[in-house]
């Protein structure tokens, strides 16, 4: 069963208007959780991420929100450039020794 | 910046055969991590290693196999090649284990025909 679920395989969202890609996840040892963009033919790069003692962070145009007693985080681009067009993985982490583990991704696409 | 190295980038190989992947992690990292993305699916974590040690395993088959060597680069080993295994595999690297980022690698992608 999957621990980290992201629902939403595709976004579109207009250049200039917010992109909000949210991310579910079931195993309550997780206590820290990123996410990746990943373009075509090229390795995930790391975006931003949260720790389980903060319910928010900062960083330019990104903020990710974390609400634990939901089990459930989510990524806020704001303003939306054309540039952010990529897929999105959610990943979570449970403490030393332990592996990320991703979700499926959810692929946005900002239209100019 | 120095980046996680993926060798080779591409792969082809024939059923059956044998194939070596190589992870050179971004340097002072000592944790890397293997992933497996097969087409239209999401990673799936296949191995780490911590300090040249194996630190956690995950849906990995027997016949592959990995290491990771003094220079704390990996190697991923993989024998009796399946159409199945065809996929993306991604390295990536840390510093220290859980609760940091990890940074990927561009991947390499093996077709096994």
């Known amino acids: 069963d999957q621990q980290v679920k992201q629902n939403s395989p595709s976004l579109s969202v207009q250049e200039g208007r917010i992109s909000i890609l949210n991310c579910d996840y079931t195993?309550?040892?997780?206590?820290?959780f990123l996410w990746y963009k990943k373009y075509p033919a090229e390795g995930p790069t790391f975006l931003i991420s949260?720790?389980?003692?903060?319910d928010k962070n900062e960083d330019g145009r990104f903020t990710v929100f974390l609400n634990k007693s939901a089990k459930h985080l989510s990524l806020h681009i704001v303003p939306s450039q054309p540039g952010d067009s990529a897929v999105y993985f959610c990943?979570?982490?449970?403490?030393?020794?332990?592996?990320?583990?991703f979700g499926k991704g959810t692929r946005l696409s900002v239209i100019a | 910046a120095a980046g996680v190295i993926q060798s080779p980038r591409h792969l082809i190989k024939e059923k059956r055969e044998t194939a070596t992947l190589k992870c050179y992690p971004i340097?002072?990292?000592?944790?890397v991590y293997w992933y497996q993305q097969g087409p239209g699916q999401d990673p799936q974590f296949l191995i780490s290693?911590?300090?040249?040690?194996?630190?956690d395993k995950g849906s990995i088959p027997d016949r592959f196999s990995a290491q990771q060597f003094s220079d704390y680069h990996s190697e991923l080993n993989m024998s009796s090649l399946e159409l199945g295994d065809s996929a993306l595999y991604f390295c990536?690297?840390?510093f220290g284990t859980g609760g940091t980022e990890a940074f990927f690698g561009q991947g390499t992608r093996l077709t096994v025909v």
């Open positions: 990536a690297s840390s």
């Open positions: 195993n309550s040892m997780f206590d820290y």
């Open positions: 949260i720790s389980s003692i903060k």
């Open positions: 990943a979570a982490s449970g403490g030393r020794n332990t592996p990320l583990v």
């Open positions: 340097p002072r990292h000592d944790t």
């Open positions: 290693f911590y300090e040249k040690m194996q630190s």
